[in-house]
Nanobody
Framework: QVQLVESGGGLGQAGGSLRLSCAAS????????VGWFRQAPGKEREFVASISWRGGSTYYAASAKGRFTISRDFAKNTVYLQMNSLKPEDTAVYYC???????????????WGQGTQVTVSS
């Protein structure tokens, strides 16, 4: 069983940057792909970015491509989401989750963290 804890959210300004962390417990974390998702008020949870279990493959939503970077540190059992050029529409609760591959939507990912709030002011 993998347990995930997100951190790094907070208040950011448009054009600024935030880095989210997804820390995992469990020896099998390195065997899973990891995805970042977000959910804004009144909207469905949507895919943001994912990284393969070895870290060699990444995939981004169109809204994140060119602005966000996903990476993982195996020594720290942590996956990061570097968010640059923030926009007010990035405001949401961000979640990380494990999956068998980098593809798929929320239903394809298993263990979820509790989420971290990101608010971007204009």
């Amino acid at each position: 069983q993998v347990q995930l804890v997100e951190s790094g959210g907070g208040l950011g300004q448009a054009g600024g940057s935030l880095r989210l962390s997804c820390a995992a417990s469990g020896r099998t974390f390195g065997s899973y792909a990891v995805g970042w998702f977000r959910q804004a008020p009144g909207k469905e949870r949507e895919f943001v970015a994912s990284i393969s279990w070895r870290g060699g493959s990444t995939y981004y939503a169109a809204s994140a491509k060119g602005r966000f970077t996903i990476s993982r540190d195996f020594a720290k059992n942590t996956v990061y989401l570097q968010m640059n050029s923030l926009k007010p529409e990035d405001t949401a609760v961000y979640y990380c989750a494990t999956g068998d591959s980098i593809w798929g939507g929320p239903a394809d990912f298993g263990s979820w963290g509790q989420g971290t709030q990101v608010t971007v002011s204009s």
